[in-house]
């Protein structure tokens, strides 16, 4: 499973549609848009919730 999820993720980032996604690895076009929805949270995870975190007034 952990496979086809990468492999998804690697396709996808080539430019796959979802449908052709889900009948190249087997799975249903759902789970390709939740697979894709965890990718992203992992990668926006690393990132300040908000733009101006830095710059807080410091006496």
Same mark, same amino acid.
């Given at each position: +499973?952990? &496979?086809?999820? #990468? *492999? =998804?993720h $690697?396709?996808?980032? /080539? @430019? +796959?549609?979802? /449908?052709?996604?889900? &009948?190249?690895?087997? @799975? !249903?076009? %759902? =789970? #390709?848009?939740?697979?894709? *929805?965890? =990718?992203?949270? /992992?990668? =926006? !995870? %690393?990132? $300040? !919730?908000?733009?101006?975190?830095?710059s #807080? %007034?410091?006496?």
């Open positions: +499973m952990a &496979e086809k999820y #990468i *492999q =998804t $690697k396709d996808y980032l /080539k @430019v +796959m549609k979802y /449908k052709d996604l889900a &009948e190249k690895y087997g @799975v !249903s076009v %759902n =789970t #390709i848009k939740s697979w894709k *929805q965890l =990718t992203h949270l /992992k990668t =926006t !995870s %690393n990132k $300040k !919730s908000h733009p101006d975190a830095t #807080i %007034n410091r006496k």
